[in-house]
C-alpha cells in the first residue's frame, strides 16, 4: 500500500514539475516579481517532499509518515495560490495584448476613438490618434479640437453636438485640418448621462474616409454618365424611329414638289406664284430633311461609310468654310500634329463634327476672341477611363476645339449634348449639333470630352481610336450625271405614295418599272415575268419581309441581279452599327429625283463592267 | 482524531475556495478555466479525505487522498498545457 501512495505520489510531483518546467520556460521573460519568488519557492519545497516521499519508500527513514502528510497537504495549497497569482497576472496580460490589438486594428482602419468629460472638458484619446492626427497630436480640450474642423462644417458640427447633449447621438462627415491640409472624417458621438439624465460624458469614434469620399464622388461622376448615356440611347432610339416614317414622307413631298417644279416650266409659267410657293415646299423639306439627317446622326442610325482618314486634311479641306463662317472678330488657329495617326470614320460626318464644333465656339464669343483646332495623338490610359466609361484604353487621335468665349455654367455642362437642348435665344439654334456631333463620335468608336470655365473658354476633346496604316484620299467624287436608260427594274416600297412617286421618276427618265407594295409580291412579279430583271431597288423596312430577305430570295432566283436599297432608316437590316455591310448599294431617304437617277445609273454601270463578256 | 496541523490546511484550503469564488467573474475570463477549478476542486476533496482518514477507512481514504493530489496535478499541467498553447495562437 505505502508503495502505490509513494508512486502516486511520485507521479503527482511529476506531473507539477511538468507544468512548472512548462511555466518557466515560456513565459520566463514576463513573470513579476512575485510569482518569481513563489514559483522559486515551490521548486524547493516540491523538492523536499520528494525527497521525504523518496526516502521513505526506499525504507531509509521510518517515521516519517507526519512530515509526509504535512507536506502533502500544504503542497497543494502552495500550487493553488502559484495558479491563483499566475492567472491573476495572464488576464493583466490578456488586456494589454487586446488593448494592443484594438490600436492596431484603429490604426489599420485609420480611426480613433476619444471619451470627454463634460465635468471639466478633459478630452481622453485613443493611442491611434496619432496616426489619424499627426505626431503630437492630441488635442485635450473639445475646444482645442474645433480649432482643427473646417469652418464651414463647424456649425453643421456645433449643431449636431447640441442634439448630442439633448440625447440624440449623431454620425456626421466633416473636414479636419491635418498637416495643413483638410481630411475628411466621419465622426459617430453619443453621450452618457447620470441617473439623473444629467449629461457626464460623452464618447466617440472619429475615421478618416477621405479615400472613400473621392470613391463616392467617381461613382457619383460615373453614374451621371451612365444616366446621360442611357437616356441619350432613348432619346436616339426615338428618334431613329420616328425618322424612318419622316423620311418617306419627304421623299415623297420632294419628289412631287419637284414634279410639279418641272410640269409647270414645261407649261411656261416660272415667274408663276404657284413655282415659288412649290421652292418654298421644296427648300422647307430640304431643311426638313437636314433636321431628320441630324436626328439620325446623334441616335447614330445613319448609314455610314467609314474609311481610314487623316483628320489633319479633313479639317484643313474645312478651312476655307470655317473662315467664312465665324466673323472677323475672331482668330481662328488651327495647329496640326507633324504626324497624326489615321482614324477609321465617316469623313462627312467628321466634317459635320469639326462644323458644330467651330459654330458652338464661334457663337460663345459674340464680342470676339480666339479659336483654335488643334490634332495631335494621344493616348488614354486606365485613369482615364476609370472615369470616363465611355472612353478606352489605347492610342487616339485628339481633335481639339478651344475657344476664349464664355464658357458653360456647371448646370448647362450636364445637358449640352441632349437633343434639342439650347441656350440661344429662339430661332438661332436647333440644339442639334452638339447633340450630333456626340452621335458621330460614338458612332466612330471615339469618346468626347469638355472642359469649361467661365469667362474662360470651353475645350472641346474628340477622341477617336487611332489606326494603324495609311489614310486613303477622301472617296467622294462627283455623282454621275443622270441618263435616260432602258432598264427593267423590279420596285418593292411598302408606302404607296413613295411607290407612285419612284415608279414615275424612273418611267420618266425611260425605264421599265414593276412596282410591288410587298416582297412577297414583289416575288411572285418576278416569278410570273419571263425576262430577267435589270436591278431590284428595295426598301429595307417593309412589314413581314425585309428588303435584305426579298434581296436574298431574288437573288437565288436571279443570280447576280444588282440591288440598290432605299431607306431613311436601316435599323442595322442592312448595316451593323450604322456601318454598311460590304457590297451593299444604299441611297438614304429622302432622295431627290437626280439622285435617284444617278444613283440607279451607277449600280446599272457598275453591274454592267462587272458582268462577264 | 483529526491532527491540529491537518485541519489548518483544510481551513486554509477552504480560504481558498472562498477568495476563488469572490473573484469568479474575474476568473472566469481565464482561458479553459474549467480545467483549473476541476483541479482544484479535486485537491480540496484530498484534504478532505486526509482528514477524514482518521476517523473512517483510514486505508481507502488515505488512497483517495493520493489519487486526488495525483489528478489535481494532472488537470493543472494540462490546463497549464492548454493555457500557453493558446496563448501562442493568434487571437
Redesign the interface.
Known sequence: ?NH??AI??G???A??C??LV??CI??RNDFEARVRLILGGLVAFSLVYSAIVFSGWAGLTGNLE?FE??F??????W???T??AL??Q??G??LR?SEA?LTHAQTVARMASWRLNLANDRLHWSDAVETLLGAGQRPRTRADFLTLVHPHDRPQLEAAWEGALRGKPFALDYRLSVNDQFIWMHEIVRVESSASEFPTHAMGTLQDITESRKAADAHAILEAQLRQSQKLEAIGQLAGGVAHDFNNILTAILGNTEICIAALSRQGANQSPIIDAMENVRKSAERAAALTRQLLAFSRNQVIQPQSLDLRRVVAGLHELLSRLIKENITLDVVAAPELASVHADANQLEQVVLNLVVNAADAMPGGGRLTIETRNVELDADYVAMHTDALVGPHVLLRVSDSGAGIPADVRDRIFDPFFTTKPLGKGTGLGLATAHGIVKQAGGHIAVYSEIDKGTTFKVFLPAQAGVATDDPRTAKPPAERGAATILLAEDDHLLRKLVTRQLTTAGYTVLAAPSGAEALEIARAHDAPFDLLITDVIMPEMNGRELSEQMTAHQPGLPVLFVSGYTANVISDQGVLDAGVEFLEKPFTREALLARVHEVLNRNACAAPR | MI?H??FI??G??FV?VG??LAHRR??A??RHVRL?TTG?GV?LL??IA?GAEHLVLP?LL??V???G??L???L??S???L??RS?EEP?
Open positions: 500500500m502505490t501512495i502516486l505520489d507521479l503527482t510531483i506531473c507539477w511538468i507544468a512548462g511555466l515560456r513565459r507526519h502528510d504535512l502533502g497537504v500544504t503542497l497543494p495549497v500550487w493553488a495560490f495558479f491563483f492567472s491573476h495572464l488576464i496580460d490578456d495584448r490589438e | 491532527p496541523d491537518e490546511m483544510m486554509v484550503g481558498a477568495i476563488a474575474h476568473l475570463r481565464i483549473l482544484f485537491l484530498a484534504w486526509t486505508d488515505n488512497l487522498e493520493h489519487v493530489y495525483l489535481g496535478a494532472v493543472v499541467a490546463w497549464c498545457w493555457r500557453y496563448a487571437s
